[in-house]
């Protein structure tokens, strides 16, 4: 029988700057990580190589991607047809739930986080959501991750067997995006390798002007820190 | 704004004998069904065709199958390459958790239909688990079922709106095989069309020996009903 390995996490990582500061401050704990990224249809796929860079740079025990078809249901800019609105002022930005909200996301990645968890007996899963910028994201707010952990203790067979506890930690709740910024450098995060942009163009250029775009600028100036994929 | 419908529901519909039951109650309540099929590399893919016709027989609005890639993170008979148990006793059914057990499984269908609730507002998710004759699966019992639903109205727009609580009803939780068999004849389910074998030849003929087909056997058995899947 396997036993449960105490210091194992399961790290879903879009490669943008939050999961990538979640992932180092996940090795920071001491965790193994198996990082985990989904293809999902999203418009800026470039993610996906920013999430394998980001995991080999942060000394990821593997990195899996999942494909999964979130398109099957629409509903979201960064999914379907809607347009990525750009330029909005951040009080616009913090209001209401954004066009680019994917129904059910963080819901269905945690519930592959989970089946991964069960199948490499980790004890943790790590999720870069932030409660502070996308207060409009019901899926990003703290009641939300509880709940989501009880109902996984409930799921599973390390559960029902008492073997493990799962925990689910959302490091950056609380965080505001200077913190998360200051945080990341602080753990080493090679800023260069991660991807925030909703809408970037071809050759994975930011749009600038995309609500992550914005977000991740007005971050970095509060910050005082220089973004590397910031237009010269 | 589109208003919820409060009588919408999504149920989950993987073809076999619960599910179908399951369905057919919910229309039996008034629901206007919207059913959801997973194809995620299960052995048995004829439950995808037999999900089909019976989506139509009960009269669904819609159904839609989505691809998801549980063979990513292996670890079950249904999946991968454990065999599928054949001959068990009951008693053996009956007792742990079975190889057919697909980590985080349920979880994962539940939060798709979350998905799938929210962008056709429904109010109401159907799921055909069992606890009695499936014990050994954690995500089959009522305190996961109970779980999923207080974690699912903290995930969604339509929860933080308040425009709509979401309501997960599993209809067979406390139903013997033997009266879920009942209540499908009472209902007018197709038994013809359902089907359950894990293990199913090539021309979808029934092993008669997996659990499925032996839980299946018991129920029609117990109930004094035909099947008219069995061999002649």
């Known amino acids: 029988m396997n036993l449960p390995s105490p210091n194992r996490a399961i790290c879903l990582l879009s490669g943008g700057l939050d999961s990538a500061t979640s992932l180092a401050i996940a090795r920071q704990e001491g965790y193994e990580c198996y990082c985990l990224s989904f293809d999902y249809g999203q418009r800026h796929r470039i993610e996906l190589q920013a999430a394998a860079r980001v995991a080999e740079q942060l000394g990821a025990i593997e990195h ?3 494909q999964i078809d979130l398109r099957a249901f629409g509903g979201s800019a960064l999914t379907g047809d809607i347009d990525v609105p750009k330029q909005r002022s951040e009080s616009a930005i913090g209001s209401g739930i954004p ?9 269905i990645f945690l519930s592959f986080a989970l089946a991964y968890a069960e199948v490499v007996q980790a004890s943790a899963v ?3 959501v932030n409660a502070i910028d996308y207060s409009g994201y019901p899926d990003c707010r703290p009641e939300f991750i509880r709940a989501f952990e009880t109902m996984a203790n409930l799921a599973t067979k390390t559960g029902v067997e008492g073997t493990t506890h799962l925990t689910v930690h959302a490091p950056l709740m609380k965080l505001t995006k200077a913190d998360i910024v200051r945080k990341a450098v602080e753990l080493g995060v090679e800023l260069r390798f991660t991807h925030s942009c909703y809408d970037p163009g071809a050759d994975g250029t930011p749009c600038g002007a995309c609500d992550a775009c914005i977000l991740r600028q007005k971050g970095f100036e509060d910050a005082g820190v ?3 994929l910031a237009a010269p």
Do not use: E, K, S
Request: aromatic share 12%; hydrophobic share 40%; glycine share 6%.
């Open 64 to 66: 899996r991607t999942v």
């Open 99 to 107: 066009v680019t909200y994917v129904p059910a996301r963080n819901t």
């Open 126 to 128: 790590f999720i870069g």
């Open 226 to 228: 220089a973004d590397p």
